[in-house]
């Protein structure tokens, strides 16, 4: 096999294509063609888009290879830090982090994310998805439209997130709306009001977080917040006040919205195919539906977290050069043919590996477990309290990368 630099594509670059309205509908035939013809291709915005499902999980598990930058390193590339909060959290956040600081904010953060303590959360969550459905379908019943997203896909996962981090609910829908102007730092095309509003986000989120701490030091209690403070007044160095403040930022806005985004997804291919519905019939097809859900539309289309290459790195019969940021792309690994026969057909009777949309490796994402189990409780319990429920218009999508999300999806039920 003889090496070569990857193949330049043609103008427009992909990650503009990505980003056009054609791509925010269906960025799939751009990944196929990526796959195809340009497997790790070199974007001109300074970065290797890998598409194929095998390298994409290479790289995942092998951190030491593709490790995160250097703080220094991420205060170059991002001068803004320094002026935006926003960029800030985004320069140290858990997800862009290597070990050793790695490993211990994970073991810390993952006190909340036992099986036990998700398994504890199920009753809330089937008491929360019947609360959230009963409301919903009053109003269907009187002949309303209703935008799913808002009350049903978005307040699901809030209030899971929220049970476990230990944010009172009348504080809940306030700090929701923080979350989408949180996000839009993450997005390449993000205008200068964008990152205006992101900041402002930041600024009342962490305004909040910073009284909810000083409340749980003095009464603590059996959440996360509680837990964290403990371990920051343990005075042993293993989480400092702006680590505290971090994780509490990237577990509120990584919380909710994605698993939102797959609630819609799940429940648009559920009414695209009414017979699909059967799988929902047991728990076993339940799982399956929900993670063939995952494969076919994962929420982050780009993986979070910025990586290098420690060293030149062949992947495929391409050769990445020492120091080359490589960015990640789920969707198109998802669907990559090589792993999954007829991967543009939703089939939750495939089998194959296990879809990249939570990640792989030391960056697996804590919430996974907690996030397919919400789906499925929320999934059934609609399937059998709206069986007549149908699309009132076109769902609208915000963005395509790196997170292909929902503004609205419109419902009502068939007459």
Request: net charge negative; with cysteine.
């Given at each position: 096999?003889?090496?070569?630099?990857?193949?330049?594509?043609?103008t427009?670059?992909?990650?503009?294509?990505?980003?056009?309205?054609?791509?925010?509908?269906?960025?799939?035939?751009?990944?196929?063609?990526?796959?195809?013809?340009?497997?790790v291709?070199?974007?001109?915005?300074?970065?290797?888009?890998?598409?194929?499902?095998?390298?994409?999980?290479?790289?995942?598990?092998?951190?030491?290879?593709?490790?995160?930058?250097?703080?220094?390193?991420?205060?170059?590339?991002?001068?803004?830090?320094?002026e935006?909060?926003?960029?800030?959290?985004?320069?140290?956040?858990l997800?862009?982090?290597?070990?050793?600081?790695?490993?211990?904010l994970?073991?810390?953060i993952?006190?909340?994310f036992?099986?036990?303590?998700?398994?504890?959360?199920?009753?809330?969550?089937?008491?929360?998805?019947?609360?959230?459905?009963?409301?919903?379908?009053?109003?269907?019943?009187?002949?309303?439209?209703?935008?799913?997203?808002?009350?049903?896909?978005?307040?699901?996962?809030?209030?899971?997130?929220?049970?476990?981090?230990?944010?009172?609910?009348?504080?809940?829908?306030?700090?929701?709306?923080?979350?989408?102007?949180?996000?839009?730092?993450?997005?390449?095309?993000?205008?200068?009001?964008?990152?205006?509003?992101?900041?402002?986000?930041?600024?009342?989120?962490?305004?909040?977080?910073?009284?909810?701490?000083?409340?749980?030091?003095?009464?603590?209690?059996?959440?996360?917040?509680?837990?964290?403070?403990?371990?920051?007044?343990d005075?042993?160095?293993?989480?400092?006040?702006?680590?505290?403040?971090?994780?509490?930022?990237?577990?509120?806005?990584?919380?909710?919205?994605?698993?939102?985004?797959?609630?819609?997804?799940a429940?648009?291919?559920?009414?695209?195919?009414?017979?699909?519905?059967?799988?929902?019939?047991?728990?076993?097809?339940?799982?399956?539906?929900?993670?063939?859900?995952?494969?076919?539309?994962?929420?982050v289309?780009?993986?979070?977290?910025l990586?290098?290459?420690a060293?030149?790195?062949?992947?495929?019969?391409?050769?990445?050069?020492?120091?080359?940021?490589?960015?990640?792309?789920?969707?198109?690994?998802?669907?990559?043919?090589?792993?999954?026969?007829d991967?543009?057909?939703?089939?939750?009777?495939?089998?194959?590996?296990?879809?990249?949309?939570?990640?792989?490796?030391?960056?697996?994402?804590?919430?996974?477990?907690?996030?397919?189990?919400?789906?499925?409780?929320?999934?059934?319990?609609?399937?059998?309290?709206?069986?007549?429920?149908?699309?009132?218009?076109?769902?609208?999508?915000?963005?395509?990368?790196?997170?292909?999300?929902?503004?609205?999806?419109p419902?009502?039920?068939?007459?």
């Amino acid at each position: 096999m003889t090496l070569s630099e990857p193949a330049v594509e043609e103008t427009p670059d992909a990650l503009i294509q990505l980003m056009s309205p054609a791509a925010t509908e269906d960025p799939y035939p751009i990944y196929a063609r990526l796959r195809e013809t340009a497997p790790v291709f070199p974007s001109r915005f300074g970065a290797y888009l890998v598409t194929r499902y095998a390298d994409v999980e290479f790289v995942l598990k092998h951190s030491d290879l593709f490790p995160g930058a250097r703080p220094e390193a991420m205060a170059e590339m991002f001068p803004q830090a320094v002026e935006h909060e926003a960029y800030d959290v985004l320069v140290s956040s858990l997800v862009g982090s290597n070990p050793p600081k790695h490993t211990r904010l994970r073991q810390l953060i993952g006190r909340g994310f036992t099986s036990r303590r998700v398994a504890a959360l199920q009753m809330s969550m089937e008491l929360w998805s019947d609360r959230l459905l009963a409301g919903v379908s009053d109003r269907l019943n009187d002949g309303e439209t209703v935008d799913l997203h808002s009350t049903v896909s978005v307040p699901m996962p809030m209030h899971m997130i929220s049970d476990l981090i230990g944010i009172p609910e009348p504080d809940r829908e306030r700090l929701a709306e923080q979350v989408p102007e949180m996000m839009n730092v993450v997005d390449p095309a993000a205008s200068p009001d964008a990152v205006r509003r992101a900041d402002d986000a930041f600024r009342e989120l962490g305004e909040y977080f910073d009284v909810l701490i000083e409340q749980r030091r003095r009464d603590p209690r059996d959440d996360l917040v509680s837990a964290l403070v403990s371990a920051r007044d343990d005075g042993d160095g293993r989480l400092d006040d702006a680590e505290l403040r971090n994780l509490l930022f990237t577990l509120w806005s990584a919380g909710f919205e994605t698993t939102a985004t797959a609630i819609d997804n799940a429940v648009l291919l559920l009414l695209a195919d009414q017979a699909r519905g059967s799988w929902l019939d047991t728990e076993d097809g339940t799982r399956r539906f929900v993670e063939e859900t995952l494969r076919y539309e994962p929420s982050v289309q780009v993986a979070p977290g910025l990586r290098f290459a420690a060293e030149p790195v062949v992947l495929g019969d391409a050769l990445i050069p020492q120091g080359a940021q490589v960015r990640l792309l789920i969707g198109a690994a998802n669907r990559d043919p090589a792993a999954y026969p007829d991967p543009d057909v939703f089939d939750p009777s495939r089998g194959g590996p296990m879809p990249l949309s939570f990640g792989a490796g030391i960056h697996y994402c804590l919430g996974a477990g907690l996030a397919k189990l919400e789906i499925g409780v929320l999934l059934t319990r609609l399937r059998m309290t709206m069986p007549g429920l149908t699309l009132a218009g076109p769902p609208l999508r915000r963005r395509t990368v790196p997170l292909r999300d929902f503004v609205s999806v419109p419902v009502k039920l068939a007459r």
